[in-house]
């Protein structure tokens, strides 16, 4: 065997999991930051980010089916 090459297999990275769905998708209902009115936003983390932060109100929280 060639000195450079090691003796053990080298495993390949694990893929990253997705983060898991939010329950909840958001629907604009007054215009903020960069949404317009009646945007739909699904992403988990924006969800998060929305709901901790003091635009809560300016958006109706729905339950995904």
């Given at each position: 065997?060639?000195?450079?090459?090691?003796?053990t297999?080298?495993a390949?990275?694990?893929?990253k999991?997705?983060?898991?769905p939010?329950?909840?998708?958001?629907?604009v209902?007054?215009?903020?930051?960069?949404?317009q009115v009646?945007q739909?936003?699904?992403d988990?983390?924006?969800?998060?980010?929305?709901?901790t932060?003091?635009?809560?109100?300016?958006?109706?929280?729905?339950?995904?089916?």
């Amino acid at each position: 065997m060639d000195s450079d090459t090691p003796d053990t297999p080298v495993a390949a990275p694990a893929p990253k999991a997705q983060a898991a769905p939010s329950p909840y998708k958001l629907i604009v209902k007054f215009a903020f930051a960069d949404y317009q009115v009646g945007q739909e936003i699904s992403d988990a983390d924006e969800v998060a980010a929305v709901l901790t932060g003091d635009c809560d109100g300016k958006v109706l929280k729905v339950a995904n089916a």
